[in-house]
DNA sequence: TGTATATATAAGTATATAGTTATATACTTT
DNA sequence: AAAGTATATAACTATATACTTATATATACA
């Protein structure tokens, strides 16, 4: 008896095709362990708000993360409740810790703390 | 002590952007547990041969499979010996047998075998 | 040697993707 | 209410990608 679940051909593509994408791939990693807002990620990829933002979008259309405002900032987090959080998982366990991103962020002063 | 063993978030996204396709990701798929030549993916994907010989170029040059000529064909098939394939593995895993194909293909009498 | 079969490659094309700039929206603070 | 900050979206652009068709190469076989 096999119980292993195992993911659509299509559905597992359109995942891995998100995840193929450096800027991305960090982002699940990143908020793996932290949550994190738009404009902490620009600061970690040096990037424009828009194309970070952009990013987002596509992994929370597909609810890869969710997303929750906490005053003027949009806090994402990883969405621990998909589907198929477990392959999603079982890929970024093979990736190394981006701690220090964040750790830099703050050394900074530019960690976004709203509580 | 941690001692597992991680693979570059660039490296990674390059590994995953190249299974983010449909047709690759089950090539990989069938080819973790049968040899298949070129025109064997050609029925089994309904795809040209051009098509289908693009696309395992691609998994070639990054060496996620290997290719050997026996007569006219060459026959492609997983290179287990890949310095990231316990990754490949860990994403195959979640992924639903193909073996389908491959019957189909025996009971159309298109399955090729060249001993 | 000539023809058939299997595969690779080159060149072209349509679409997808990741960025850009400009602007809109939402909330905060004064 | 006005100004500032954070984020989203729209429109555009350059490049990447996945096909196509045409052709080249390699092997098999009559």
Redesign the pocket.
């Known amino acids: 008896m096999n119980t292993t679940v195992t993911i659509d051909l299509q559905r597992a593509s359109q995942l891995l095709?998100l995840l193929?994408?450096p800027?991305?791939l960090t982002m699940m990693k990143l908020l793996k362990s932290h949550e994190c807002?738009?404009?902490?990620f620009?600061e970690i990829f040096k990037?424009?708000?828009?194309?970070?933002?952009?990013?987002?979008?596509?992994l929370?259309d597909i609810e890869l993360v969710k997303?929750e405002?906490r005053?003027?900032?949009?806090?994402f987090s990883i969405n621990e409740n998909h589907e198929n959080y477990p392959f999603i998982q079982s890929i970024l366990e093979h990736l190394p810790e981006q701690n220090e991103s964040i750790v830099e962020l703050e050394e900074q002063g530019l960690r976004?703390c709203c509580q």
Do not use: N
């Open positions: 095709k193929g994408d800027t991305r807002c738009v404009c902490e620009v990037m424009s708000q828009p194309a970070i933002s952009q990013h987002l979008r596509k929370r997303e405002r005053g003027q900032w949009i806090f976004v």
